[in-house]
């Protein structure tokens, strides 16, 4: 006598838990037959749960089966013993009306996707398919709402000190731009940028994302913040009073690559930090030279914003372009590379990383001449 299936009585079949295989599938659920993705219908990023996550991946079709596969699974609840070996996808029907020309979506979003999930009961390996589908709905997710309706919770207005932005102010705006992207995992909080009175007003759909951007931005350029909330309503359902803020950063006077005097010692500055200008004291640079040090460290400093307000620009007729012509026990020859003429410097006050040959900044600050290494800091 054989086994028989405790179910339907079947019999010389290959068995899976006491059952037959028809009724051992049949007992499996778990898949649902249907499931519903949304998608914004102008960027095209995925609701997941609460989150709108960015859209990756430049074909639609791809992006939409993806979202629905991954629906599935998530909606899938299976017997131990059985696990997902594949869902395939195909879009089964579209929108008529709206397409989005030029990446082969076939000029209509996808609406419904059929899915085919493949099952496998590990212990026997037999394989059984389920069908679903899936239905795709088109809304606007938070930011695209407020593109779209022209509203926005902060306003961050940058500007700098005494000129309007130039090419590597905006150099260093797109670098924080890129780096508050990526923070963000691409959420799209920008509601719109403008050039604007010789600065960038950026508008943001959120308070929290234009906070965290002027915090990446002073950070990055040493810039001044002040804030602003307004009162520009109520609101009509809840009578809350709605606030817009406006942040206007200043970026400093002094930036990156300005050789500055500050107390009566010549600086380069090097970038900003925290909020802090990180420089270079040019003197002490020479005097360290490449002494015990990889060199990068020389005179490395930090110069908080209170001594970076009273400090100043060298002017230009202050730095002279030389180049180191002899070197003798107390004195060495430099040539004026502007002027064209020569001059002594007591031998002391020549940077131990400069020989015969280099060619160095001569700066007047504070009554004395320093002497610098012109490609110091690529050393
Ligand atoms: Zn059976
Ligand atoms: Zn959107």
């Not at 604007?196 to 959120?206: P, R």
Request: aromatic share 6%; glycine share 12%.
């Amino acid at each position: 006598m054989g086994r028989f299936c405790v179910q339907c009585g079947a019999e010389d079949r290959r068995f899976i838990h006491g059952l037959c295989e028809g009724c051992y599938w049949k007992s499996v659920e778990g898949t649902p037959r249907e499931v519903g993705v949304v998608f914004c219908r102008a960027c095209f990023s995925h609701l997941r749960g609460k989150r709108w996550v960015a859209r990756r991946g430049r074909d639609l079709d791809e992006v939409v089966i993806d979202a629905a596969r991954e629906e599935l699974l998530r909606q899938t609840e299976l017997p131990e013993g059985v696990e997902v070996a594949g869902i395939r996808g195909e879009v089964l029907e579209r929108n008529p009306n709206r397409g989005e020309g030029g990446d082969g979506s076939g000029g209509g979003l996808p609406a419904r996707i059929a899915l085919t999930i493949t099952l496998r009961e590990r212990e026997s390996g037999t394989i059984r398919e389920e069908r679903s589908e899936a239905y795709v709905d088109y809304r606007l997710c938070q930011p695209c709402g407020c593109v779209v309706r022209g509203r926005y919770d902060a306003m961050v207005q940058i500007r700098a000190e005494g000129r309007i932005l130039d090419a590597k102010d905006n150099g260093l705006v797109g670098k924080v731009f890129d780096d508050f992207y990526r923070e963000t995992s691409g959420r799209q909080e920008v509601v719109e940028v403008k050039e604007h009175e010789g600065g960038i007003d950026v508008k943001f759909a959120s308070l929290n994302a234009a906070r965290l951007f002027v915090k990446m931005l002073q950070e990055a350029t040493g810039a001044s913040v002040s804030d602003s909330p307004k009162i520009v309503g109520t609101d009509k359902r809840t009578g809350a009073r709605v606030y817009r803020t406006t942040y206007a950063v200043r970026f400093p006077r002094l930036r990156e690559g300005d050789i500055i005097e500050a107390e009566g010692r010549a600086y380069l500055i090097l970038g900003y930090h925290r909020g802090n200008a990180v420089v270079r004291d040019l003197e002490e640079a020479g005097r360290l030279g490449t002494v015990g040090g990889t060199g990068r460290g020389r005179g490395r400093k930090t110069l908080p914003p209170h001594a970076m307000a009273s400090a100043e620009k060298v002017a230009a007729e202050r730095v002279r372009r030389v180049r180191v012509e002899a070197k003798a026990e107390t004195f060495a020859t430099l040539l004026d590379l502007t002027g064209k003429y020569f001059l002594d410097i007591p031998s002391e006050r020549l940077p131990l990383d400069m020989d015969v040959g280099d060619t160095g900044l001569l700066i007047s600050v504070g009554g004395r001449e320093v002497l610098y290494r012109e490609d110091g800091e690529r050393r």
